[in-house]
């Protein structure tokens, strides 16, 4: 791949979500602290609306990361079942062995013994449940008895909603406005804005680089603030058109992103704007001067 290229270890612009790769810009690090707070705060229920695409789900991670020996964690990342089964979900998650199948309140007597017997030994439950919005309606119903469970001093479990702006929609509708009213903190991850494009970019780099003589400022100004443009500073769109910028550098043997790499790499991307003529980023990298590389070759 580029990685010898551009003095790297590892490839800086994947889309996983990879906590080693988390960047505190302002927004992210504000909503972590928030979190953070609250949920030392004993409070019950928390809610993060992020657009699509803007870091959601490593901010999860972030944040189980930080509170891992301080409390038992739960992660549930593709909640879209119905209440059973999402209740044996957070059931697995807790270490829970249930003889299945189950009625819906011997499973609920397990949780709740569970959870007594963390609280008990003076321990906090925190579940983040990812992908929020894909619950459905009588799915969260479950959820709200859930956080029912309490002593006379604390709740026995603290839930951490995180969704695309259709959880806001879906929170809105009156049959569930009970659920809605015990959100005590909400928070929202937008975009990078302003100058936060180009110390993402270069912190990504950082954190890949395979030596001190790694240059971070590989991006010409000029194609910095394109790529800017492009992705409106949604983060895995500025991974995915960094990754070909790389790639298109690398094929002509040069070690600096101009203006030109980005624009060939927006027109490859029709999930930044609806473009006819879909490959024309690979047919001008078959076309292009220099040795010829096979398409594995390049990802190698």
């Known amino acids: 791949m580029y990685l010898g290229h551009f003095a790297l270890r590892e490839a800086p612009f994947s889309i996983t979500p ?8 302002d927004g992210a690090q504000s909503t972590l602290n928030t979190l953070l707070v609250a949920l030392r705060s ?13 870091g959601k789900t490593v901010l999860c991670r972030q944040l189980l990361k930080t509170l891992q020996g301080e409390c038992v964690t739960a992660y549930i990342p593709n909640p879209d079942m119905g209440p059973d089964d999402l209740l044996c979900a957070l059931a697995l998650e807790l270490g829970l062995e249930l003889a299945l199948p189950a009625s819906r309140h011997v499973i609920m007597t397990h949780i709740g013994n569970c959870l007594l017997k963390h609280a008990d030994a003076g321990q906090r439950v925190v579940v983040c449940i990812d992908e929020a919005q894909a619950i459905p309606m009588r799915s969260l119903e479950s959820l709200r008895l859930l956080s029912n469970l309490e002593t006379e001093k604390r709740k026995l479990i603290q839930l951490v909603l995180l969704g695309q702006p259709d959880l806001d929609t879906k929170l809105a509708r009156p049959e569930i406005r009970q659920l809605l009213q015990r959100i005590t903190f909400s928070e929202y991850l937008g975009p990078l804005t302003g100058e936060s494009v180009g110390d ?3 912190h990504r780099l950082a954190r890949a680089a395979s030596s001190e003589h790694t240059d971070l400022d590989v991006f010409t100004p000029e194609a910095m603030e394109k790529l ?9 769109l500025i ?5 070909k910028c790389l790639i298109l550098a690398y094929g002509q043997g040069v070690h600096r992103i101009s203006l030109a ?3 060939l790499a927006v027109l490859d991307t029709p999930g930044l704007r609806a473009t006819p003529g879909g490959g024309r980023w690979w047919n001008w990298w078959r076309r292009r001067p220099g040795p010829t590389r096979t398409a594995g070759e390049v990802l190698e």
């Open 18 to 25: 990879d906590t080693d790769f988390y960047f505190a810009h």
């Open 200 to 202: 993402y970019v270069r």
């Open 42 to 54: 004993g409070e019950g229920f928390l809610k993060v609306v992020g657009e699509l695409g803007c």
């Open 239 to 243: 991974n995915v058109l960094a990754h």
């Open 261 to 263: 790499h980005v624009k």
């Open 228 to 236: 800017a443009l492009e992705t409106a500073g949604v983060p895995r």
